[in-house]
C-alpha cells in the first residue's frame, strides 16, 4: 500500500510538472517580445532558480559533474533546444496554440528514427504502429484546422521542424543517464541562454521588458515552465512506470490546448478533436515503445 501510495504521488508530480509546461505556450503568446528575446529571459530567469536549488540541496553554487563529456553533450543538446524552442515560439504567430503544442510533443517518433540512423537501435514492433498513428492525427488536425483554410500552414510544419530538434535534445539528453538531473537542467539551461543571444541580436538585440506584466509573464514561464515544470517531471519519471508516465506526459498538450480554448478562443471541432485524440494515442504508444528499448 504504501509503495502504491509512493507511485501516485510521483505520478502526480510528473502530471503537474507537465501541466505546468502546458503553460509555456500561454505565456509566449502573452508576451510582446521576439520570439529569440522570450527564449533568452526564458532561460536567463531560470538560473537563479536553479543556483538556489542546488545551494539548498547540495550546500554549493557549484555544479560538479561526473564526467566533462556531461558538460559537451549538454552543449549539444542545447544547440538543438534553443533551435526546437525558436522554432515552437515563431510558430505560434502563425498556427494555433493547440496545433502547435500538440505537434511539437510528437517528437518521441523522431527519437525513435534518429535512435536507428545513429545508434542502430531497431525500434519494436510497436513503433510502426505508433507512427502511423500519431501522423494521421496530425495530418488530420492540420487539414481540419483554420490554418489550412487559411493558407498558414507554414506554422505547423515549422512545429514538425521544431519536434525533430526536440527529439534531438531528447536522444542525446537520454545518453547522460549516469548524471544528476539538476546537473543537465542547469547547463543545458546555460548554453541555451548563451546560444539565445545570437538570434535576439540578429532580432535587434537584447530588449529590456518596459512593464512590469511583461516582466511578471517572463518570471512565470521561467520558474512554472522552465524550472518547475522540468524539475517536477525529472524527479515524477524516474520512479514510474512507463505506461503511467505516457500518460501524464500527455498533460502539457492538453493543459495548452485547453487554456488557448478559453483566453485565445481557439476553439476546436468535433473532426479536430477526434484527430486531437488519435495524435494523443499515437503519441502515448510512441513513449511507452522507447521505454521498452
Not at 527564449?39 to 543556483?51: A, N, S, V
Not at 510502426?128 to 510544419?157: E, P
Not at 548554453?191 to 512590469?212: N, R
Not at 517536477?232 to 502539457?252: D, F, K, P, R, V
Amino acid at each position: 500500500m504504501i509503495e502504491n501510495f509512493q507511485r501516485s504521488n510521483y505520478f502526480i508530480m510528473l502530471a503537474a510538472g507537465a501541466m505546468l509546461i502546458g503553460f509555456a505556450p500561454i505565456f509566449v503568446k502573452w508576451s510582446e517580445l521576439s520570439s529569440s528575446g522570450i527564449l533568452f529571459y526564458r532561460m536567463f530567469l531560470t538560473l537563479p532558480f536553479l543556483l538556489a536549488l542546488n545551494l539548498i540541496k547540495n550546500k554549493t553554487i557549484f555544479f560538479r559533474v561526473k564526467s566533462k563529456k556531461t558538460i559537451f553533450y549538454s552543449a549539444i543538446a542545447s544547440l538543438a533546444f534553443t533551435t526546437d524552442l525558436l522554432l515552437w515560439h515563431y510558430s505560434m504567430n502563425i498556427t494555433s496554440v493547440s496545433n502547435a503544442t500538440i505537434i511539437v510533443n510528437s517528437a518521441p517518433i523522431f527519437v525513435a528514427i534518429l535512435s536507428f540512423i545513429i545508434f542502430k537501435e531497431v525500434p519494436n514492433k510497436g513503433f510502426v504502429l505508433s507512427f502511423f498513428i500519431t501522423y494521421f492525427g496530425i495530418t488530420g488536425l492540420i487539414m481540419f484546422s483554420n490554418n489550412y483554410a487559411n493558407g498558414k500552414v507554414l506554422g505547423d510544419i515549422l512545429c514538425l521542424v521544431a519536434a525533430l530538434f526536440y527529439g534531438t535534445y531528447l536522444l542525446i539528453i537520454s545518453r547522460l543517464g549516469k548524471e544528476t538531473a539538476l546537473n543537465i537542467i542547469f547547463y543545458t539551461t546555460f548554453f541555451c541562454c548563451i546560444f539565445s543571444i545570437i538570434p535576439t541580436v540578429i532580432e535587434g538585440g537584447v530588449k529590456i521588458p518596459t512593464s512590469t506584466i511583461e516582466w511578471g509573464n517572463l518570471i512565470l514561464l521561467a520558474f512554472l515552465c522552465q524550472f518547475g515544470g522540468q524539475f517536477l517531471i525529472t524527479i515524477g519519471i524516474a520512479n514510474i512506470s512507463a505506461s503511467s508516465g505516457s500518460i501524464g506526459l500527455l498533460m502539457q498538450p492538453l493543459t495548452a490546448t485547453i487554456l488557448a480554448s478559453f483566453i485565445f478562443s481557439e476553439f476546436l471541432n468535433i473532426t479536430q478533436l477526434l484527430f486531437v485524440g488519435i495524435t494523443f494515442l499515437g503519441i502515448y504508444l510512441a513513449r511507452i515503445n522507447l521505454s521498452k528499448k
